[in-house]
């Protein structure tokens, strides 16, 4: 807890080339910067070494920082991304998971990119061409990958076509259940959000009864603003954040020239940060 305050407006979900996106953390606060934001969470994909880079250039530029990551879990076959935000990012067990999902991550690329390499002239090496820090390995690389090779045009096109599940190269990696996902972040002191939990097409919405389960287990909120929500599925979420008094957010996910989500294209309101702030328990947030 502190009582220092942040300003708006808010960005809480966007990703450095430490993860997916295409640019490095310092690069984002700037963009970040650019599009009028004043307080923006870094949120890369299962990992933090992110945060130093970023919460130095965002406090340099009088912007305040707060340290964020999106765990992947799945429930059955949905994928889910858990955002936690001000977590402990020294906690055992958590980083014992985040160390686990990135492990088997890396064999999962490599397993697509030799199944796509029966058909395609791509390699391995191709995609390692694409991750220019230690990042957190995923399709949008072999995407980037298959861009590099003129084999399509941008990630879009990849993840519509090779890189989808009926072309039969896709792959799954071990991801922990929402549960876990849950509860490992709340342990270690942080506040957990579901990203773009009502997404169309890519995925299906989790049954409400088991969304009542993660409420149950200390899950903070919802992503309701989102660009990949469906209209429909955020007016479900904001009765069922209402009747539970959860926090709702709203942020771009941004990923640099990885999508085409702008920083600040949606945003959360200085009441939803000013919670996520004071319920949380592992960090604090890193003031200008
Ligand atoms: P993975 O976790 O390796 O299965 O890859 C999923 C990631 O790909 C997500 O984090 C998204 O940010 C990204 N992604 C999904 N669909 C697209 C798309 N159409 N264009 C660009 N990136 C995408
Ligand atoms: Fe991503
Ligand atoms: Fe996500
Ligand atoms: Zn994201």
Known sequence: MTDRSFAGPSDLHMHSNHSDGTENPGQVVRQARDHGIRTMALTDHDRTTGWDEAARTAVSLG?????????????????????????????????????????????????????????????????????TVDATVGRPHIADA??????????????????????????????PDPLTAVRLIADAGGVTIIAHPVTSGRDRMMPLDFIEQLIAAGLGGFEIDHRENTEQGKRTLQ????????????????????????????????????????????????YP
């Open 63 to 131: 912007m305040t920082f707060i340290p964020g990551m999106e765990l992947s879990a799945k429930h059955q076959w949905r994928s889910v991304h858990v955002l936690g935000y001000l977590f402990d990012p020294e906690d055992a067990a958590l980083r014992a998971e985040t160390d686990r999902i990135r492990d088997d991550r890396v064999g999962r690329a490599e397993r697509i990119v030799r199944n796509i390499g029966r058909d395609y002239e791509l390699s391995w090496a191709d995609v390692l061409e694409q991750t």
């Open 239 to 286: 009765k069922l954040a209402s009747k539970h008094d959860l926090i709702v957010t709203g942020s771009s996910d941004y990923h640099g020239a990885g999508k085409p989500n702008r920083p600040g294209e949606n945003t959360t309101s200085d009441e939803m940060v000013a919670r996520i702030i004071a319920q949380a328990t592992g960090t604090s947030p890193r």
């Open 146 to 175: 298959l861009v590099a090779r003129g084999i399509v045009r941008d990630r879009a096109e990849a993840f519509d076509g090779i890189l989808h599940p009926r072309e039969g190269y896709y792959e799954p990696h071990y991801a």
